[in-house]
Structure formats: C-alpha cells, structure tokens
C-alpha cells in the first residue's frame, strides 16, 4: 500500500522504529520538506528528528495518560490538519485494552506500520473509532478559544 503521508501523526512508542521509519520516508524523497508530524514521551530524540527534517513537527505526550493525549489533541486541532494516525504494529497488538482505547480514539484513519524484509508494511486499522476528547481532528478537542470563535461566528451568521 502506498500512501501519502502529509500531515500524518506517528505515534513515538518505540523510538528506535520511528526513527529509522521517518529516515526511510526522508530517504525516499530528500529534496522534499517532511510532513510527518510526531508525538510521544522522547522529547530529546523527537526534537533531533526534526532538526534533521525527518519530521515537520514534534510533541510531548505520554500516550499511557489521557490528559497528556487531550492536550496533544488540542494541540494538533489548533495547528495541524491532521489526515491520520500511524502506530507501530507491534506496540497497537501488544496494548492493553486502555492503551488500545486511547489510540483508537486518536483519528478516524489509524494505521499501523510494520517493517519488512521488503520494507515498510501499512495495515488499516479495521478496530472502532471512538471519537472523543482524545480525538486530534474533531471538535470535540478544540480549545475554548476555537469554542468562543465558532459560537461567536454561528452567532454573527445568524444575526445577519
């Protein structure tokens, strides 16, 4: 499966896997600015991925708490439009059942990555969605000041 990654959230659970997955994307058109975003509790190597430009943007999140996803969902609401999630195969099948509640809930489009002797191996992930607080591209994550400024531009449009 080919996808394009544009905008696309990877889940940091295994450092040394998304470090060689985003030099391998880098590697496949270097000319071209990353636009991997990624979000995980590694900040030092995260931060190194994107000065190397292997990443567009990085985040702290501990993904075992749920506030710490909440807030990374507010954050990518607020800056990024973000078209997917990828997680590391091996860290999704290995997850407990909260665990594999948080990452479901992170994106409507979660897909999980496996490295091959042919390289990179993509899998739709076929599991519900649950759209919530922890949910990066749904209103439910915005902030209160995109709350203020929806409620206020509803309440101009009908004033008209």
Not at 126 to 136: A, G, M, Q
Request: glycine share 2%.
């Amino acid at each position: 499966m080919r996808l394009n990654l544009e905008n696309f959230l990877l889940v940091d659970s295994n450092w040394e896997f998304s470090r060689e997955f985003a030099a391998h994307l880098k590697a496949q058109r270097p000319d071209v600015p990353s636009e991997l975003l990624i979000a995980g509790d590694n900040t030092k190597q995260m931060l190194k991925m994107m000065f190397q430009e292997q990443v567009k943007d990085y985040c702290y999140c501990d993904f075992a708490n749920e506030i710490s996803v909440s807030e990374l969902a507010s954050y990518l609401h607020e800056h990024h439009k973000v078209k997917g999630v990828l997680i590391y195969a091996l860290d999704y099948h290995l997850a407990d059942e909260a665990q594999r509640f948080i990452f479901n809930s992170l994106h409507r489009q979660r897909i999980t990555v496996e490295q091959s002797e042919r390289g990179y191996v993509y899998h739709p992930l076929r599991d519900p969605f649950n759209n919530n607080h922890l949910t990066c591209h749904s209103t439910v994550s915005a902030t209160t000041q995109d709350s203020v400024l929806d409620f206020a531009q509803h309440h101009t449009d009908k004033a008209e």
